[in-house]
């Protein structure tokens, strides 16, 4: 089980995948965690892999050609498994193996290193699982601020705006800066870990929990993570 400090309540527990897709969010709990110990060498496949760009999308084909290990074998096994899992509940994961994302060079970054919740039109949920490198973070809503309400960053927003005043909101929603949170004073992020699957609550017409804010880290200098993410 992952250790969580008394800050983490907003996570649940459960014991299965099925448990993981079934178990709705409610009260305050808008991540649920299926807690995994995982064997195999999920480093010997990112290391086969060769990877031409700063990300790249794995295939289960590609996965089946590798010429692994016992303990490669293992891990190839448990991704596969995850994926197809995924798939057979309608979800459409996939595996990404990543030296960095892009970045934004700008005073209100929308990447996926700043703290975020996701959105949907349809009723859904955010699945991920880091089998290897840097984990990605999740942190209590209490502990962020909505960017757009902080009064200085609300005001440069309105000097990039070019319209009338009642169509700014839209303007946010439009460029997703609605999304996007920034940690207060002494917050405590929650490390995700590794080959732990998580469910986090997404902002979608008729949810019931505010939607997980999280965030990718800062990968390692030298080391590329393997992220399965829908």
């Given at each position: 089980?992952?250790?969580?400090?008394?800050?983490?309540?907003q996570?649940?527990?459960?014991?299965?995948?099925?448990?993981?897709?079934?178990?709705?969010f409610?009260g305050?709990?808008?991540?649920?965690?299926?807690?995994?110990?995982?064997?195999?060498?999920?480093?010997?496949?990112?290391?086969?892999?060769?990877?031409?760009?700063?990300?790249?999308?794995?295939?289960?084909?590609?996965?089946?050609?590798?010429?692994?290990?016992e303990?490669?074998?293992?891990?190839?096994?448990?991704?596969?498994?995850?994926?197809?899992?995924l798939?057979?509940?309608?979800?459409?994961?996939i595996?990404?193996?990543?030296?960095?994302?892009?970045?934004?060079?700008?005073?209100?970054?929308?990447?996926?290193?700043?703290?975020?919740?996701?959105?949907?039109?349809?009723?859904?949920?955010?699945?991920?699982?880091?089998?290897?490198?840097?984990?990605?973070?999740?942190?209590?809503?209490?502990?962020?601020?909505?960017?757009?309400?902080?009064?200085?960053?609300?005001?440069?927003?309105?000097k990039?705006?070019?319209?009338?005043?009642?169509?700014?909101?839209?303007?946010?929603?439009?460029?997703?800066?609605?999304?996007?949170?920034?940690?207060?004073?002494?917050?405590?992020?929650?490390?995700?870990?590794?080959?732990?699957?998580?469910?986090?609550?997404?902002?979608?017409?008729?949810?019931?929990?505010?939607?997980?804010?999280?965030?990718?880290?800062?990968?390692?200098?030298?080391?590329?993570?393997?992220?399965?993410?829908?």
């Amino acid at each position: 089980m992952i250790d969580l400090a008394p800050t983490e309540s907003q996570v649940q527990h459960v014991k299965s995948f099925h448990d993981l897709i079934s178990t709705p969010f409610a009260g305050n709990k808008n991540a649920l965690c299926w807690s995994r110990n995982l064997i195999g060498d999920f480093a010997e496949i990112v290391n086969k892999i060769e990877l031409q760009e700063d990300m790249a999308t794995v295939t289960p084909d590609e996965l089946r050609e590798l010429d692994l290990s016992e303990q490669g074998q293992f891990a190839r096994e448990i991704l596969i498994n995850d994926l197809n899992a995924l798939e057979a509940d309608g979800a459409a994961p996939i595996l990404n193996l990543i030296k960095h994302y892009n970045r934004d060079d700008f005073f209100f970054p929308t990447d996926v290193y700043s703290w975020h919740v996701d959105r949907s039109t349809v009723p859904y949920a955010t699945y991920l699982c880091t089998y290897h490198g840097a984990s990605s973070e999740i942190i209590p809503n209490a502990q962020a601020t909505q960017k757009i309400l902080i009064p200085e960053i609300r005001e440069e927003l309105k000097k990039l705006y070019d319209g009338a005043e009642e169509g700014f909101e839209s303007f946010l929603s439009e460029y997703f800066f609605d999304l996007h949170y920034q940690a207060k004073p002494n917050a405590q992020p929650i490390s995700l870990g590794l080959g732990h699957l998580w469910k986090l609550a997404i902002d979608h017409p008729g949810s019931e929990v505010a939607p997980c804010i999280h965030r990718a880290p800062m990968e390692r200098d030298g080391e590329l993570r393997l992220l399965l993410i829908c």
